[in-house]
Each structure stands twice: as C-alpha cells, then as structure tokens.
C-alpha cells in the first residue's frame, strides 16, 4: 500500500514563502506522475503543479511563476516551493501519486496566508 505524508504547511504573511515536502513509502519514479492539488473550503480541489515520471513539469495558470514542484528521487519525495504566496492561496494541499491503475493521496497540510 502507497502512502504519501505531507508536510511544511502553516501560516504565513503575505509575500512569504513556504515549502512543502511530500514523502513517498516506495520509489517515485514508479509512478507516472506526482502532483500537488488544493481545495479551499466550499470549492473543488483544483491540481496546481504535477512533475511527470520523464521529469515534465506542469502549472496551474494561477501559480505560474510563483510556485515550483520538483523532486528528490533518493529521498522519494517531492516538493512545492511556494513564493509570493496571496491569500487567495489559503487552501488544504494534497499530495497525489498516479500509476496505470489508481492514484493515491496524502492526507494534506494546511496553508494559510494572512496577515
């Protein structure tokens, strides 16, 4: 059975950074892709970064340019640098892992930007 834990959410100022970490229990680049998705309380959980298992990268239109996904294979984690954080980017995020069959998720990690 995968598991994905999340973590290095928190609170944060307007401006600020935050980092968040993604553990994997078995090798990443088993999967075809790893994602980070968001929801934010009333709305559906929309997809924000992805890094394919070629090492492709994808972003939602409404963090380019602030956010980075990347991955560290022999720590089979995966990572979401998040800069210029807005408070519109409060939301719970999920980590997802998807092979050929089925995706799995983490149990997510709270961000919240406020001043």
């Known amino acids: 059975q995968v598991q994905l834990v999340e973590s290095g959410g928190g609170l944060v100022q307007p401006g600020g950074s935050l980092r968040l970490s993604c553990a994997a229990s078995g090798n990443i680049l088993l999967f075809r892709v790893m994602g980070w998705y968001r929801q934010a309380p009333g709305k559906q959980r929309d997809l924000v970064a992805s890094i394919a298992q070629i090492g492709t990268t994808n972003y939602a239109d409404f963090v380019k340019g602030r956010f980075t996904i990347s ?3 022999a720590k089979n984690t995966v990572y979401l640098q998040m800069d210029s954080l807005r408070p ?4 719970v ?22 001043s």
């Not at 519109?88 to 939301?91: C, K, Q, S």
């Open 71 to 73: 991955r560290d294979n």
């Open 88 to 91: 519109e980017d409060t939301a």
């Open 93 to 114: 995020y999920y980590c997802n892992a998807a092979n050929t069959i089925r995706g799995y998720w983490g149990q997510g990690t709270q961000v919240t930007v406020s």
